[in-house]
């Protein structure tokens, strides 16, 4: 690949390390933009241009990578923000965040209208796989494009899937994220059963990793945050998660699922918005089902 221009938008808990990586691996030039000093400063400090704003970013940019919090903001950025404004012909857009799927085809379609092409390519995994670059990337939209900008993704991610047409990233990640959350639930019960009926959860975690209850969520949500009580800030909150679990039962009730589990899980992190537990970690819930929160 020839060298290229890459902008990343949005240098946030998982934005600002999949951004070190891309200008650590790739060898591409690498301007970067944030609302927030901080980490745009971090980044310069190691080689990154800092634009002054998002118009200066995108100008010259071959490549334009966006993670943000959620669709919404996307959407303002998009438009009031002046991304569509100034993408052109020849550009590829790439949104790293979770999105809803009707906004996400939505907006590929006034992109593909001013000759850009986009790829919806949501992350999973944890922060620490951001740091170590071994995310999960999972990509919708055209196979070609998405060849193309493989190797700048393979930068921070150890998995990359091409799941088809635009929005079948968004899919996939919906339905990850939907699988996780109801899966960190079932943990949070064990955790609350096995302390109040005077067992060691620890003991009870250790010994499911090694049977049929092993999970992803087990060894580390589990393991690192229900165990321990450890749920920091800036981490993946209980907002955020809710926000996430929104866009699986819009897509459930758009095909008739009643999607009993999911809607059970979103009544958890209602409950636990309402007792001030929105920003912690979100396997924080554990606190309402063991009766601490």
């Known amino acids: 690949m020839d060298k290229l221009t890459i902008g990343f938008i949005g240098l946030g808990v998982m934005g600002e390390p999949m951004c070190r990586n891309i200008m650590a691996k790739s060898g591409h030039k690498v301007k970067v933009f944030d609302l927030d000093a901080a980490p745009v400063q971090r980044l310069a400090s190691l080689g990154a241009e800092a634009a002054a704003d998002v118009g200066s970013l995108l ?13 919404k903001v996307l959407l303002e950025l998009a438009h009031a923000g002046g991304l569509l404004a100034h993408m052109g012909k020849g550009q590829i857009f790439v949104d790293l965040g979770t999105s809803a799927v009707k906004l996400t085809r939505e907006l590929a379609v006034e992109f593909a209208a001013r000759g850009v092409r986009y790829l919806d390519a949501p992350v999973a995994r944890t922060r620490q796989a951001a740091e170590a670059g071994t995310l999960s990337i999972m990509v919708g939209g055209d196979a070609a494009t998405f060849e193309e900008i493989r190797p700048i993704l393979a930068c921070c991610a150890s998995d990359i899937t091409h799941c088809g047409a635009i929005g079948s990233g968004q899919v996939t990640k919906i339905l ?18 096995a302390h109040h009926a005077g067992f060691d959860p620890k003991l009870i975690f250790d010994t499911l990793s090694k049977g049929s209850g092993d999970s992803f969520a087990l060894r580390n949500h589990g393991a690192k945050a229900i165990i321990p009580q450890v749920f920091p800030p800036r981490a993946f909150s209980v907002e955020y998660a809710k926000k996430d679990l929104s866009y699986a039962l819009e897509l459930a009730a ?12 979103d009544a958890l992190f209602e409950q636990a918005i309402a007792k001030g ?11 309402i089902l063991d009766g601490t929160a």
């Open 59 to 71: 100008s010259g940019c071959d490549v334009v990578l966006v993670s943000l919090p959620s669709g």
């Open 277 to 287: 537990l929105g920003e912690p970690y979100f396997p924080v819930v554990s606190k």
């Open 176 to 193: 990850n994220n939907m699988v996780l959350f109801q899966t960190v639930a079932a943990l949070s019960e064990a955790y609350a059963i």
């Open 254 to 265: 758009d095909y008739g699922i009643d999607a009993a589990g999911a809607r059970r899980v």
